[in-house]
C-alpha cells in the first residue's frame, strides 16, 4: 500500500484495542499506541502533557485524516469504471478497509469514555467523534452501497 495509508491503519487499529478503562499514549514515531498500566503513567503523563485531552486532540486529528483520504479515494474516477481495474481494486480495497476499522474503533472510544466518564467535557468530546465516524460510515454506505459486496471481492 504507501505509508500514510499504512499509518492510518495502524492508528484506528491501536484505537480499537483500548480496553475497558485503557488509555492511548502518542508515540514518537507520530503513532498512537495503547497505554501500558504502570504505576508511574500518571506521573509521566503529567510530565510530558499527555493526558486527555491530547488524547481527544490526537483521536480528532486521525480522524480527520481517514476522513479526508477516504473522500479523495470515493471521488476517484476509478470508482465509476464498470470494469474493475487493479487501480480500482486498489481504492475499494482502501476504502473496505479503513470502513472497518473505523467501525472497530467505536469500541475503543467507547472505553475511553469509560476512563473518563467523570469529565463530561472529555466524555462529550469523545461521543462527538464516533457520532463523526457514524457519519462518515453512512456516507460511504450511500456512495458505495455493496461495501460488504466489494469487501468480499477484494479478498477473492
Do not use: W
Not at 500500500?1 to 484505537?15: C, R, T, V
Not at 499514549?25 to 503529567?46: A, M, N, Q
Not at 483520504?69 to 473496505?96: A, C, F, G, M
Amino acid at each position: 500500500m504507501n505509508e500514510k495509508y499504512d499509518g492510518m491503519i495502524l492508528n484506528l487499529k491501536n484505537i480499537a484495542q483500548v480496553g475497558f478503562n485503557g488509555r492511548l499514549r502518542r508515540t514518537s514515531k507520530g503513532s498512537v499506541t495503547v497505554e501500558e498500566d504502570h504505576i508511574l503513567v500518571p506521573l509521566k503523563r503529567r510530565i510530558f502533557s499527555d493526558g486527555r485531552e491530547a488524547t481527544v486532540i490526537d483521536i480528532r486529528s486521525i480522524l480527520n485524516e481517514v476522513f479526508a483520504y477516504n473522500k479523495l479515494l470515493l471521488s476517484s474516477k476509478h470508482l465509476i469504471e464498470p470494469v474493475k481495474t487493479d487501480e480500482q481494486r486498489k481504492h475499494l480495497e482502501q476504502i473496505s478497509n479503513l470502513y472497518r476499522e473505523l467501525e472497530r474503533s467505536i469500541q475503543g472510544i467507547e472505553n475511553l469514555k469509560s476512563t473518563y466518564k467523570g469529565d463530561v467535557d472529555i466524555c462529550s468530546k469523545l461521543e462527538l467523534q464516533i457520532e463523526n465516524i457514524l457519519s462518515h460510515l453512512a456516507d460511504i454506505k450511500r456512495k458505495l452501497p455493496d461495501i460488504e459486496l466489494e469487501q468480499q471481492m477484494v479478498a477473492l
